[in-house]
């Protein structure tokens, strides 16, 4: 990523298909490379820069076949009818531009990532799926306004299965953030909603939501804060719902969900003005509401 910022040290896949190109490139960078660990006192070898040419010549002939202009591609396959299915790899307020700054990813990782990383421009997008859990998790440092660092949290984490799946380190978890659910709404101009994890919830006598911020001096507001240092201070202001206790991974539509967790998908809809069109009970994937129905092609996809 900062290769890409900062250009001069920059190798791009397609580099990799004109060797004499890359080589001239490989040079330059070697040299920069080399003065750097030398000026932060690292002593080495110098870099061979005809040599790691040779090596990523090789790779751009083993990757040749699958390189094209994906610019091109995506425009043909819109032109043709075709639909594209864009999926994002990790949650919007991780995004570099729009996140819980400095605790953020190195790229736009909300939709707004899509044409900028595409080339398919934003007026293309027909449909904006937001996914999301039916309680709030962060993984690593950074602020956490409804966490809930005791039984509660634990209870969640195990039951969700809330670990690392590389790392198995523990998630952190808490009560669904709202404000913040609102905010990544539109900044992704979400038109719908998938709630996953909807049964985790069952079995706890009341359930909090977060719809708003107490400041430090005392304020409130309902407005999501961007900035790490000032979120870390604000307080959760919550409203509470009863619980529900029945199983409902086996439910059939929206309207045989017990009436607490239909109250709960209402209020979600309410706050982020989007409907929520897909809903996850269970970890099957014959357990999935959609347009609040069973999705029964889902069972033989």
Not at 148 to 166: K, Q, S, V
């Amino acid at each position: 990523y900062a290769d890409k910022i900062r250009r001069s040290t920059a190798i791009r896949v397609g580099d990799l298909l004109d060797p004499e190109y890359l080589r001239s490139r490989l040079h330059v960078i070697c040299t920069l490379r080399t003065a750097e660990l030398e000026a932060l006192g690292v002593h080495t070898a110098p870099l061979d820069p005809d040599a790691l040419a040779t090596r990523y010549a090789e790779f751009g002939e083993r990757l040749r076949p699958h390189v094209d202009d994906s610019v091109y591609a995506l425009h043909d396959a819109m032109g043709a009818g075709k639909r594209i299915l864009f999926e994002g790899a990790n949650a919007s307020l991780l995004d570099i531009d729009h996140g819980t700054f400095p605790y953020v990813t190195s790229s736009n990782c909300s939709t707004l990532g899509i044409p900028s990383g595409t080339g398919v421009p934003g007026s293309a997008i027909g449909r904006v799926l937001g996914i999301m859990k039916a309680y709030s998790t962060r993984v690593g440092a950074g602020p956490f306004p409804t966490e809930l660092d005791n039984d509660l949290g634990h209870r969640i984490r195990e039951r969700g299965r809330e670990y690392g799946t590389t790392t198995g380190r523990p998630r952190r978890c808490g009560w669904l953030d709202l404000v913040a659910v609102r905010y990544s709404v539109m900044v992704c101009g979400a038109t719908g909603i998938a709630c996953t994890l909807l049964d985790v919830l069952s079995g706890f006598d009341e359930i909090k939501l977060c719809v708003g911020y107490r400041l430090p001096n005392g304020t409130t507001t309902d407005r999501f804060i961007p900035d790490a240092h000032r979120l870390e201070g604000v307080t959760p202001i919550y409203e509470t719902m009863p619980g529900w206790s029945a199983e409902i991974r086996d439910a059939s539509d929206r309207t045989t969900l017990p009436q607490e967790a239909q109250r709960y998908l209402a209020r979600i809809e309410e706050i982020t003005g989007v409907p929520v069109e897909v809903v996850i009970l269970g970890p099957e994937r014959t357990q999935t509401l959609v347009d609040g129905r069973r999705a029964v092609a889902l069972a033989t996809a």
